[in-house]
């Protein structure tokens, strides 16, 4: 058998085993999953985590929908209003999770009682239908109910659609809470590991079929709602909406973009190549690479998050980045077989030309490979979860786009491509790298001092770099999504829940009294300065009945008072006004708080920062509160992320370092090879911070993309180079280099740009922050590859 046989048959071989392979993770392709849910974003085994956890499990937090109805041409005390209400609860109701839902119609409105002793149960206006001007007045300024049921403005109401949590969710989660305890004293134990573990994948199990039902409860409430809503306004807020609206428009961009961005691909592939071939071949190896990688995600349980959801598309960028290359040296050495034979088509072996081409690029893309790799796994070293996370799946998806890419298309080449001679060359590429070889040879100065200046420039830039994360500017502020979360965090308290728990000193406890004197004057000094921040929304503690009891009985609610009172409201209503607030056994009072995070220039680490020394002030020790919640998990992981990005940054370019010396056997070319992608990272960081762009949990992971695809281009210039520079004279080097490698620079550059460019139409702000900054990330990555690159070789590197 001959060597040409024998590598046919061997490429027969492999596509058939990328076939059987693409069948079966095509098929567990379609267990691959997007988690948008809030816990995703969160650090496992993170101290505030446990600490946020004990503190919903011994308040019994509850999971809830808030619906804000805002009547267009009626009174909101109006009976018909209130009425409608009444309906929307009753369908409501009949969603089979729900627990309640609660609105002005069904809490006890308490001015309305005769005193403290009264039955403020029966007090709805359900029961005793109060007039439109009663209710005015009764929720004028409400302590309790403001910012929840009703707005500040008195033009809006909303519904607390309460939902119950599977009884065995809720035992489990408990005993995982109480073995999570012991991270905050010490390390768990082997046999505690291995419970813990259990636990958790007896959780996920039970929350991945809840969180269907939670979409499915959704759409149903929204189907309630339309209903009524065609002469008045409904807002849906929670962290239930929010988890819905992100998968939602992840999806919908993943098809509609995807789309797109496939059309402009295959428009690109054939305008650069005009042959039907070069547009086919890589489009499905691309396919494959991204039915491969999503099989594996979902093989190993990796679930795709508002952070990782570019990963797909970095997949494509990858692929075809090394594709490209291959296309582009396969047709120089088809030129080069052309113009040595007279009866080429029939005298050139494919075979001969795959090798030939493989040999020749498997080390440039087998380095670039291994460099992106590097880059991405460094995200493994972020303190945050989700970088992690991230980290691993670009490592899984590199290794499926080498493999792709070096050996199932070159497979699919020799199996299913006849030779042409053929050869699309554009004019204008062609004359502009002639021009710019011209340009570093002549004006290398000049290009060094206008490289230097525009990079400083714009790199100091990144010094105005801020850490946030807002939730609400995720969604472009045209979405209806946007609109219904900011007019709930806006009108009623707050969209990120801060809690603060206050232990009560021993001075202030008394015997036989649910709560002394002292310490309700206590909680109402921390309510109040929480009150005087600017964006501290809905604020509710046992205080507030205090305050409710003075409108009640013309003076303050005293210690005993307020036992009495705790004592006589049934035992549901207890749970929801004392219960969620205090904890007898652990003599601690919640003190509940919302942050309004549309409030424009909110710096979350200068509130907390504020809140903190308030409570000095007060006289509050450390020791004597806990600060909990959404907002403080967040601004934790806001906080890792600046310090992870200059470590990871550093780490980095340390390991670039050594993989290049390793590559090319030199500390010239190895720190050279950087100076392009610290070139580009420093532009695209300045740039964002220029643009106002801040670092939260996406936008962080920029900074590497834009190292990983520069590095690629980088690597495959300077190899050629070096091949060139044993093969011409120095003054002819750089020209060489632009003509053959250069072609494929500007073409990846090509597709990249304009392809992932679409993406900027996107109502998702991270993915159109995604396309607008990969593709300046890889417009700067062309122009330092083809201008300082080569000044830089040129003048250090010799034969």
Known sequence: MSKDTKMRALSWGICICFTILLAFLGWQAQYFEIDASADTLLVENNKHHIHT??????????????????????????????????????????????????????????????????????????????????????????????????????????????????????????????????????????????????????????????DKKRINEIEQIRAILKQFGQQDEFYLGGNNLLAYELINIIKSDLLIFGSAILSVVVFLLWYLFRQFSWVLLPVISCATSVLLTLGLLA????????????????????????????????????????????????????????????????????????TTTIGFGTLILSSVQPVISFGWMMVLAMLVSFAVSLVFFPALLITFYSVKAHVEKHKLIENSMRGIAGLTQNSTRLLVVFTVLITLCIGIGSLKLTAENSFLNYFDESTDVRRELSYIDQQFGGSTSLDVIYKIPPSQIKENLILSAEAVQSVADIQDMLAQQSAMGNITSLADFTKIAQVVNGKPLTEYELTVLYKSLDKELRQDLFAAYFSKSDNEVRISTRIQDSKAGLDRGALLATIKQNLADLGISDEQYLLTGLFVLYQDILTKLVDSQITTLLVVYIAMALVLLLIFSSWKIALIALVPNIITTVIVMGIMGWLAIPLDLMTMTIATVAMGISMDDTIHYVHRYLQELKEHNDGNVIEATNLSVGYALVYTTTIIIIGFGMLVFSNFVPSMLFGLLTGIAMFVALITDITILPVMLTKFIRK
């Open 299 to 370: 093989l190993f349980g990796l679930k795709v998050t508002v952070i990782s959801a570019n990963v797909i598309a970095l997949q494509i960028i990858l692929t075809l980045a090394m594709i490209i290359h291959i296309i582009v040296r396969y047709q120089e050495i088809v030129q080069r077989e052309q113009a040595s034979q007279q009866n080429f088509k029939h005298q050139t072996n494919q075979v001969v030309l795959v090798t030939e081409t493989i040999k020749s690029k498997i080390k440039p893309c087998l380095f670039a490979g291994i």
């Open 53 to 210: 956890q004990i503190v919903d499990q011994k308040y019994a937090t509850q999971e809830f929908i808030l619906i804000a109805y805002k009547p267009k041409a009626k009174n909101i005390f109006e009976p018909a209003s209130l009425q409608k209400i009444l309906d929307i609860s009753a369908q409501i109701k009949k969603i089979q999770r729900v627990k309640q839902v609660r609105s002005i119609v069904n809490v006890p409105i308490f001015t309305q009682a005769n005193g403290i002793s009264a039955d403020v149960n029966s007090l709805t206006w359900e029961n005793q239908q109060y007039d439109a001007q009663t209710l005015k007045l009764s929720l004028n300024s409400h302590p309790l109910y403001e910012g929840l049921l009703i707005n500040e403005a008195q033009d809006a109401l909303s519904m607390q659609v309460v939902f119950n949590t599977p009884e065995k969710l809720s035992k489990l989660q408990q005993q995982s809470v109480e073995i999570k305890k012991h991270l905050l004293d010490r390390e768990l134990n082997t046999q505690e590991k291995q419970k813990l573990e259990q636990l958790q994948a007896q959780i996920e199990r039970i929350n991945k079929l809840l």
